[in-house]
């Protein structure tokens, strides 16, 4: 049974600071996601990662994926307010045949950043 | 840019009661999924579809029951709400095949059961 573990929690931050992200699974796969959610919103996507060392970047925001460790990261530099949320990563089951299968999430990481 | 709408952003139904939840999506994606989440356990997987007729059972089926008509409408059932089906469920479509491409969400319905 596949299962995804994120840590931490709780993060919660000043501003200007930077921090990362946790996000460790149990079951081979090379496929992760990373998605954002903002209190009474839905899940917005953020980034596919698809292969051992990749690694993107939008703005504050970098995520990596290391499949031989079964680890991705998602780093924040220099946190400002407006990130404040909940961040989830979310790994693909993959059934046989290839196509995209279930994604697994982790419990998510709820973000808040102080001035 | 990929729609999925959920019928409903709040609803409270009543214990027994048959509750219908609608998700319609426009991007002509296969697959297509039902969420619940609650605070402290994340997203669980429901149902899913990778088509048209076609369901499949996730973590947590017991209770539920799912239809998929059409490629674009995959509909929820609760066939006798209880409590502990009050949540938020989110439905999700992705494209089949090899597409890499992530699950885009709906803005979700908070159920109450009473």
């Known amino acids: 049974e596949l299962k995804v573990e994120q840590n931490p929690l709780f993060l919660s931050m000043q501003e200007g600071k930077n921090y990362t992200i946790y996000c460790n699974y149990s079951?081979?796969?090379?496929?992760l996601y990373w998605y954002r959610q903002d209190p009474g919103k839905s899940l917005e996507s953020l980034f596919v990662l698809l292969s051992n060392g990749a690694v993107k970047q939008e703005g504050r925001l970098m995520a990596s994926l290391d499949t031989k460790a079964r680890l991705s990261t998602l780093h924040i530099t220099a946190a400002v307010h407006d990130l404040s949320a909940t961040y989830f990563c979310?790994?693909?089951?993959?059934?046989?045949?290839?196509?995209?299968?279930?994604?697994?999430f982790g419990k998510g990481t709820k973000l808040s950043v102080k001035p | 840019d990929v729609k999925v709408t959920q019928s409903s952003r709040y609803l409270v139904k009543r214990t027994g009661e048959k509750v219908f939840l609608e998700c319609v999506q426009d991007m002509d994606h296969e697959n297509m999924f039902w969420y619940r989440q609650d605070p402290g356990l994340g997203l669980r997987l429901i149902y899913f579809s990778y088509d048209v007729k076609m369901k499949e059972k996730g973590d947590i089926p017991e209770g539920y029951s799912v239809s998929r008509e059409k490629k674009e409408r995959f509909s929820l059932i609760l066939e006798s709400a209880s409590t502990n089906q009050t949540s938020m469920y989110l439905c999700?479509?992705?494209?089949?095949?090899?597409?890499?491409?992530?699950?885009?969400f709906g803005d979700g319905t908070r159920l109450s059961i009473l």
């Open positions: 979310a790994v693909d089951m993959i059934p046989q045949g290839g196509s995209q299968g279930n994604l697994i």
């Open positions: 999700a479509s992705s494209s089949g095949g090899l597409s890499n491409q992530p699950q885009h």
């Open positions: 079951t081979t796969s090379d496929r």
